[in-house]
């Protein structure tokens, strides 16, 4: 059984690659429109996301808006890596890369390359 992570990388190179034919999706739409709808998508789903947690914080039964606009913007970001040619095993690759190390650690050796 694929893990959804998976399924979401096929499902958006299928729609990368299918944005002219007849069955418009959502995400065949973003592609069409080009990486400036998408970065706009990702800005707006980032503003959620701030947005759910204040008002979390102010209230902490309000935490399921949390989630929700962070799919929202997870799913936007997997349209954005598509668009450059990668997928969710390059950004878990990332992750792996940087387990176990300092992240203060991390940010200096970035500086210094």
């Keep these: 059984m694929?893990?959804?992570?998976?399924?979401?990388?096929?499902?958006m190179e299928n729609r990368k690659n299918n944005i002219n034919s007849d069955n418009k999706s959502y995400i065949a739409l973003l592609y069409q429109k080009g990486l400036d709808s998408i970065l706009k998508k990702i800005a707006e789903e980032s503003g959620e996301v701030i947005?759910?947690?204040?008002d979390a914080s102010y209230n902490s039964q309000n935490?399921?808006?949390?989630?929700?606009?962070?799919a929202d913007l997870w799913f936007h970001?997997?349209?954005?890596?598509?668009y450059h040619g990668l997928s969710s095993q390059d950004i878990l690759q990332e992750l792996e890369r940087r387990e176990g190390k300092s992240g203060i650690?991390?940010?200096?050796e970035r500086e210094n390359k």
Excluded: G
Excluded at 77 to 82: N, Q, R
């Design 2 to 11: 694929k893990n959804i992570l998976t399924l979401l990388d096929e499902v």
């Design 51 to 54: 947005m759910a947690s204040k």
């Design 63 to 70: 935490t399921d808006k949390i989630t929700y606009e962070v």
């Design 77 to 82: 970001s997997l349209i954005l890596m598509h």
């Design 105 to 108: 650690i991390e940010k200096l």
